[in-house]
């Protein structure tokens, strides 16, 4: 071994999605072994697997089992890649309309997504559409550009977080749209930064909850601001103006959250109703209704868990699962502003070519082992 | 004939190295520039924690002649907290370039090194920006898009917004002088914009864009600064942020951050920025053959007064490629 090479190890339980591993490089070697599924050694199972950068991103050479036997094969997408998330706006592939793949959205609370061909995203995920013209005056363009949280329902169905079930939406489908038009694309790294500005897709008065279209990473304990143009309803939230203290910021407190909503300390009560039912007429140059952190009341770090480090890192949510995950970083206040880049490498859920029910990163509860390595030298 | 050619009688060397290096296109980096800088303490932990008193209730009501007191105020004040992080990147080199390469190899990867972490510094703070401001999608233009186009009114409105929020201007205005084709500058925000959108700000000129060379002077102008409409003075460059084919109608989305001072705080750790490290071949291996360049650095950030920064996000007119 070269003296600059890397190499590192370690090991997870699979939800049965694509998992993220998190190095300080981007390996181009990885072995893999699934101990669970080379246990049991039933059929359709990946026991183990490896990947050289020269054969690309997301492929794999695999052992797969026919239940008797383990035979070789490979993955040619969603396999193991390696991945540098160190800047916004990055994207994914575009879906929309090609001859052989289409998609429609529901008009509907939450708005549902059916794509005609696999759409390879994990809940958590975060998309964009455009050009949801159904005709010229109807269909989705209110929600054109708006980063929002899918929560997938099978491989070919997915919903996002926004409410569409008023009358000024029209159902979508890239199959009848005039001209065939619509595409949505994956936001690659949604939260680089936390926490963050959000839209918000609702309001509820009575409960004091809030929902944004994509995560927030607020804390409790963290301090937020309003923007909330007139239109959509709720401006008694807005920072500005104080008619009081003129000049004075109204900001609101965090006392509970999820991936997508969280609670405000005071009362909402008697606020004007949200209003998510604008016009298709209106949307160019619709301004957004947002949310900001803006500080936090806290006074110490992360408390520890089962098997967490004492001092844990923030927890945030990073665009993938709905479960929050640690940064890179090591131990900060709770609700601080955190750099969230990282780099490493990714354990896709793509099946083998010989067998689609063969899956990369197992089954949920599948124990899964990995050795990962950066080569300084490498002779072609 | 026996003429004497290059085909017969050629040179020994054939190459001779221009003096001095060519450029190397780095954009201006203007997301530093406009930010408050401090310097949190060595043994300070993690954290950088910022505090801003609130305003108290400003006391209208008359005392009257009761000779009772009113009820006290209780101070308030707003924290922000932001986590320290790290950076670096580096080369190894063999001596064996550094002893035979002809041209100073140590110099120019020393100055290359410490142009990337200058534009990390800035890339970092931009994208902090990007994900942590409030927007606005811009509304006066007429390219039928969401965000539209930049039109005048997008620029009244934000400035108006950040007054609204009692924002500190950067700039003092710039006095009309007798000079052909000139006119005042207001006092100023900041927007920081993409010179993609050059074109679109061109086209603004009679309507309140107004360049920098029409300025009554350039004394106050700094090298990125393209022109102002009305409140805002305009820096680009090309590192600025855009969505691509990520608005409503699938065109370009461009932040355009509009910010007033201490909007922005940039944050390193007792001076630990602009490490420059150079580690002789001696440190490594038993030959010691390699020798290693690199930076490293401290940086936080933080939104230090949120009232006074707004993205504008916008498209262009139309989506032509510079």
């Known amino acids: ?26 390996p181009d070697y990885i072995e893999l072994i699934n101990y669970t599924a080379a246990a049991a050694m039933t059929d359709d199972v990946v026991p183990f697997a490896k990947w050289d950068i020269s054969m690309g991103q997301g492929f794999a050479v695999i052992e797969r089992s026919t239940g ?198 005071q009362s909402l009560s008697g606020f004007t109703a949200f209003n998510p039912n604008q016009t298709f007429a209106s949307f160019p140059g619709l301004k957004f209704p947002v949310v900001v952190p803006v500080g936090d009341v806290n006074t110490g770090g992360v408390q520890i868990s089962a098997g967490s480090p004492l001092y844990p890192s923030p927890l945030l949510f990073n665009g993938s699962g709905t479960t929050q995950v640690p940064t890179i970083n090591g131990p900060a206040i709770i609700g601080s502003f ?37 080569s300084d030298m490498a002779v072609n | 004939m026996s003429i004497t050619t290059t085909g017969n009688l050629g040179p020994m060397i054939l190459q001779s190295l221009a003096p001095a290096m060519l450029y190397v296109p780095t954009p201006t980096m203007n997301y530093i520039t ?138 003092s205005g710039i006095e009309g002088m007798d000079r052909f084709g000139t006119g005042p500058v207001r006092s100023a925000y900041f927007m920081l914009s993409s010179t993609e959108l050059q074109t679109d700000f061109d086209g603004l000129t009679g309507s309140g864009f107004l360049s920098q060379w029409n300025y009554p002077t350039n004394a106050s102008a700094l090298p990125s600064e393209y022109g102002s409409v009305f409140n805002i003075r305009i820096l680009t460059s090309s590192e600025a942020p855009v969505a691509r084919a990520a608005s409503a109608n699938g065109a370009d989305v461009y932040y355009n951050t509009v910010l007033g001072k201490q909007a922005i705080t940039h944050i390193n750790q007792d001076g630990y920025s602009m490490n420059l490290i150079y580690r002789d071949p001696y440190y490594s291996g038993m030959l010691a053959q390699n020798a290693t360049l690199a930076v490293k650095f401290a940086q936080s950030q933080a939104i230090t007064q949120d009232t006074a920064i707004r993205n504008v996000l916008s498209t262009r007119i139309s989506n032509l490629n510079p």
Not at chain 1, 347 to 356: F, L, N, Q, W
Not at chain 2, 100 to 126: H, T
Request: hydrophobic residues 40%.
């Open chain 1, 1 to 26: 071994m070269a003296e600059y090479s890397r190499i590192a190890k370690g090991h997870f339980t699979s939800t049965g999605n694509a998992q993220v591993v998190n190095l300080p490089f981007q």
């Open chain 1, 68 to 265: 008797s036997a383990l035979v070789s094969d490979v993955i040619i997408a969603n396999g193991f890649s390696t991945f540098a998330a160190g800047q916004l706006l990055q994207y994914g592939p575009i879906y929309q309309h090609t001859g052989s793949t289409d998609f429609s959205i529901t008009a509907a609370s939450p708005a549902v997504v059916t794509t005609t061909s696999a759409h390879g995203l994990a809940t958590g995920n975060v998309i964009v559409f455009s050009n949801l013209y159904q005709t010229a005056t109807t269909g989705m363009q209110q929600m054109a550009g708006i980063p929002l949280t899918v929560t997938v329902t099978n491989s070919t169905t997915f919903s996002v977080n926004w409410n569409a079930s008023g009358s000024n939406y029209t159902a979508f489908n890239t199959a009848s749209s005039t001209g065939n038009v619509g595409s949505y694309k994956q936001v690659l790294y949604p939260y680089l930064y936390a926490p963050e500005v959000a839209v918000i897709t609702a309001i509820n008065t009575s409960t004091n909850v809030i929902t944004t279209a994509a995560a927030h990473n607020f804390q409790i304990g963290q301090e937020v601001g309003f923007h909330i143009p007139n239109q959509w309803g709720t401006t008694q939230l807005n920072e500005l103006p104080n008619i009081l203290i003129p000049g004075s910021p109204q900001y609101f407190y965090v006392i509970a959250q999820t991936q997508n909503t969280f609670t405000v300390s």
């Open chain 1, 338 to 374: 955190v750099n969230n880049t990282s780099q490493g490498f990714i354990v896709g859920s793509g099946a083998a070519v010989g067998d689609v029910d063969a899956h990369l990163v197992g089954a949920a509860a599948d124990v899964i082992y990995w050795r990962a390595y950066f």
């Open chain 2, 34 to 171: 406009v930010c408050d800088k401090i310097s949190m303490p060595a043994n300070g932990g993690t954290t950088c924690r910022f505090m801003r008193p609130r305003a108290l209730t400003p006391p209208t009501i008359q005392l009257g002649n009761a000779g009772i007191d009113p009820p006290a105020q209780v101070p308030q004040r707003d924290i922000i907290d932001a986590q320290m992080a790290f950076f670096g990147t580096g080369c190894i080199i063999n001596e064996q370039v550094i002893l035979q390469d002809q041209e100073g190899v140590l110099a120019w990867v020393s100055e290359r090194l410490a142009v990337s972490m200058r534009q990390a510094e800035d890339l970092i703070l931009r994208d902090y920006i990007i994900s942590a401001a409030s927007t606005i999608n811009a509304g006066g233009g007429s390219n039928g898009d969401n965000p539209t186009n930049l039109g005048v009114s997008d620029f009244s409105l934000v400035a108006t917004t950040l007054d609204t929020n009692n924002a500190y201007k950067f700039m």
